[in-house]
């Protein structure tokens, strides 16, 4: 018995170090179902008639985030009648971070005129499925008809810090070669972000 | 003559006045400004020495919290062959105001260098494959042998840890 219970014990424990891998390109994007900041549930099956969704971990407080927020308009603004509308998930635990509360994520929201969904993931029951790390972190999910699979995962661009002096906008490149029926290369990018606050 | 002498000793108090506002005035803490090229030899150098190499910024709430930590970690350890080496990511327009400033309050002891690199898709995968640019991060190395840990630490993690690599 006690033998039996040691190993459930391990196999959910593998399980979550597992989940917590961030999730690779070419990757099936796990479903979700979350409260945005108007109430409404928004899923990801929301967007069968879509060409795809960018996907993004953020939040309200940190400060890479606001340096990237009017980006994040721009990008949903640009691409959302090309097929890939701008969908935001806040899975900070307002335990740790107050300033990300959903109360809060309201706030922001209607200070910054969101155009997109701004979603809270209370129960951080999404984070692990995707493994996202930092906020902003994006997932650019690609509709293949009967499944949405990941085709990006990283930064917007590569100046996380400073919109005038970006070189290479990385998700516009990946989106662009998404919509011209090519894969994106880079596929993956990093960038220096706040660490996603989990729940102690 | 009277206001000969209360001429001097009033230029007296003006020239010392002078000297210790521009004393004052002076920044306390110089902070050394780096590209990746150049902090890179800092993340490889061939000695006995223990390397700690937090990657922190000011901005960022669990990386304040575990300043204190490596500050006691290089107080407790400053007579054994560990360096600890504070890279800060604090946006470089802000040193003035919220870098220098939380250094002096803080006291940190430790070595603080800003890295100033805006293209950070180039220089993050060389700090370590796994790292993500999530932060707070540390390094710790000695020679090749290299770990990197993508977390927060407790003080008790951290010295039980920097304990077994001394051993």
């Known amino acids: 018995m006690k033998k039996q219970l040691f190993t459930i014990a391990f196999a959910v424990l593998s399980l979550a170090l597992f989940a917590a891998q961030p999730i690779k390109v070419g990757e099936k994007a796990p479903s979700f179902s979350l409260k945005g900041v108007d109430g409404k549930t928004v899923s990801l ?3 069968s008639n879509e060409k795809g969704v960018i996907l993004i971990f953020t939040c309200n407080t ?3 985030v606001v340096a990237n927020e009017d980006r994040i308009i721009a990008l949903h603004n640009k691409f959302a009648s090309k097929g890939f509308p701008v969908v935001a998930i806040n899975s900070n635990d307002p335990g740790v971070s107050a300033g990300d509360s959903f109360d809060n994520m309201k706030v922001r929201a209607e200070e910054k005129s969101f155009p997109f969904p ?3 993931d209370e129960q951080q029951a999404v984070l ?5 790390t930092r906020t902003p972190e994006v997932f650019l999910l690609k509709n293949k008809g009967d499944e949405f699979v990941v085709a990006y995962t990283g930064a917007i661009d590569d100046n996380a810090n400073n919109a005038d002096d970006v070189e290479e906008k990385f998700l516009d490149n990946a989106i662009n070669a998404v919509l011209a029926g090519n894969s994106p290369n880079p596929a993956v990018t990093k960038a220096v972000g706040c660490g996603i606050k989990v729940k102690k | 003559m009277i206001s000969n002498k209360m001429c001097i000793l009033g230029s007296v108090i003006i020239v010392l006045f002078l000297v210790s506002f521009s004393a004052f005035s002076q920044p306390k803490s110089a902070i050394q400004v780096k590209n990746f090229e150049q902090l890179k030899p800092l993340l490889h150098q061939q000695n006995d ?3 700690v190499v937090n990657f922190w910024a000011t901005w960022c709430a669990p990386c304040i919290q575990e300043v204190p930590y ?5 107080k407790k350890y400053k007579d054994k062959k560990v360096k600890v080496l504070m890279v800060s990511m604090d946006f470089p327009n802000q040193v003035e105001s919220r870098l220098i400033p939380f250094i002096e309050k803080q006291n940190m002891k430790n070595e603080v260098i800003l890295l100033d690199d805006p293209r ?3 220089w993050i995968p060389q700090v370590d494959e796994e790292w993500t640019g999530a932060i707070p991060a540390t ?7 290299r770990n990197f840990y993508q977390k927060e630490f407790s003080f008790e993690e951290l010295d039980k840890l920097i304990q077994s690599k001394l051993n």
């Not at chain 1, 692990?128 to 996202?132: E, F, K, L, M």
């Not at chain 2, 490596?70 to 290089?74: H, L, S, V, Y």
Request: glycine content about 6%.
């Open chain 1, 62 to 64: 940190c400060p890479v």
């Open chain 2, 70 to 74: 490596f500050e006691q970690i290089g």
């Open chain 1, 45 to 47: 099956s929301d967007y």
């Open chain 2, 139 to 145: 390094l710790i190395y000695r020679k090749n042998e």
């Open chain 1, 128 to 132: 692990p499925t995707y493994g996202a």
């Open chain 2, 49 to 51: 020495t223990l390397y």
């Open chain 2, 120 to 122: 950070q898709n180039k």
């Open chain 1, 118 to 120: 701004y979603l809270f």
